[in-house]
Structures are given as C-alpha cells and as structure tokens.
C-alpha cells in the first residue's frame, strides 16, 4: 500500500509551452501532498505544500504563477510549469503525506522535464 | 531552523563489508529522522524511520540506524554490503507540529564495488 504516481514520467518541450504533471495517490487518501525538485546530483527542494481545496503554499523563492500547483481532490494533484524555459529543466518528484500514522512521506517515481 | 548535514558525498565499500553512511541534524522540537534511497532516474524509497523508542530502528533491505540524541546523530548502517545497495541515500528531518515539512540532507552517494 501507500503508491503514489506520477504522470508522464518525462517530458521534453519546447520553450514557452505549458506542461503539466499529475501526481496521484493510488491506494490512500492524501492529506497533504508536496512537490519537489531536484536538480541532477543535488538534494530535493520543497517547491510547496499542497492541501486538497485550499491553495498551496509555496517556498520562498519559488514563483507561484510560474509553478501553478492545484490539488483538485484527496488523491490527485497538479504542477504546472508555464511558460517553460530551459532553466526549468529539472527533476521533479511529488510526495503524499497519508494519515498521522504514516509520518513518513510517500514519493513518487519522479518526471523528468527537458524544456529545449 | 531544522537542518540536515550529511557530511560525505560518497561512500565506497567493498562487498561483505559493513556500511556506514552518516547523518547529523538539528531541529527545535522532536526530531522524526528518516532515511530515504533513490537509485538513478527513480523517485525516493523509504528505508526506515525514527519516531520515538529503541534508538537503534531496523528498515528495509537490511538496514539500520541508531538515534544519537547527545551527538543529534542518525547513521545509516549495514552489517554487509551488497553491489545492489549502489545509490543515492538521503536523511530527513522532520520537525513534526511544527513546520511538518520535510527537510533533506545534501544526499551521500554510497558505491559497493564486488
């Protein structure tokens, strides 16, 4: 138990185009989800804290209209990145919090966007 | 501020031998310290974690880690390294009802050569 996915798995665009990225808890109702970035041979950085219904909160430093990030229900959440740009060019991983139970967070496998 | 430091980049061991990659932390409140693997173009995998009791906390895969609270240490351990265990090894702290965020260590790359 305790999946979490990630959709699409890589992606390559061209700049300037939108590209979304869906992460999805596929076997529990996540409280919290979190998006991540990690640049290669470099730790994870929280982007935000995504609360079902509620608007995210975001880190300092991260552009919000830049990374849009909707969390439309218990098990799905979105990042956007708009207007790409090859610095955007990252790995980016989504995790889910389950319940008070589970303190550790769930990841997912990771998308891996290439903006040309 | 919560903060993880995990001071080496890479680890090499041979295969049979015994592993330690090591973790420091500092946090306001009650530490929940976790260890995480990512092997290349992969998401992170849960090893093991710290909450509260036995300070030595067996995970995954055969690894262990003790919680030092006077040196504010949690040192990833193996007994024997297998070639397989080659990766990425994050710690993690998490300063529960506070920020509840999740704050990650630099990452040591742990290489077992057979």
């Known amino acids: 138990g305790a999946v979490v996915s990630q959709h699409p798995s890589w992606v390559i665009c061209k700049s300037g185009t939108s590209v979304k990225i869906e992460c999805r808890s596929l076997?529990?109702?996540?409280?919290?989800m979190f998006w991540y970035r990690q640049f290669p041979k470099q730790s994870l950085m929280l982007m935000a804290t995504?609360?079902?219904?509620?608007?995210?909160?975001?880190e300092q430093g991260v552009e919000k209209d830049k990374f849009l990030i909707n969390h439309a229900s218990l098990t799905l959440s979105t990042l956007t990145v708009t207007s790409a740009h090859p610095e955007d060019s990252s790995f980016y991983i989504c995790?889910?919090?389950?319940?008070?139970?589970?303190?550790?967070?769930?990841f997912g496998p990771g998308t891996r966007l290439t903006v040309l | 501020a919560q903060s993880v430091a995990q001071p080496e980049d890479q680890v090499n061991v041979a295969e049979g031998n015994p592993l330690t990659v090591k973790c420091t932390y500092s946090?306001?409140?009650?530490?929940?310290l976790f260890w995480y693997v990512q092997y290349p173009n992969r998401g992170l995998q849960f090893l093991l974690k710290?909450?509260?009791?036995?300070?030595l906390v067996k995970g995954s895969y055969g690894f262990e880690a003790e919680f030092n609270k006077s040196q504010t240490s949690f040192h990833l351990k193996k007994p024997s390294a297998l070639v397989s265990d080659s990766a990425l090894y994050f710690c993690?702290?998490?300063?529960?009802?506070?920020?509840?965020?999740?704050?990650f260590g630099t990452g040591t790359r742990l290489q077992v050569f057979p």
């Open positions: 995504s609360n079902e219904g509620s608007k995210a909160t975001y």
């Open positions: 076997d529990f109702q996540a409280t919290t």
């Open positions: 710290y909450i509260t009791g036995d300070n």
């Open positions: 946090v306001s409140g009650n530490p929940y």
């Open positions: 993690a702290v998490r300063d529960m009802g506070n920020t509840d965020k999740l704050i």
């Open positions: 995790s889910a919090d389950r319940d008070w139970t589970y303190n550790e967070q769930f």
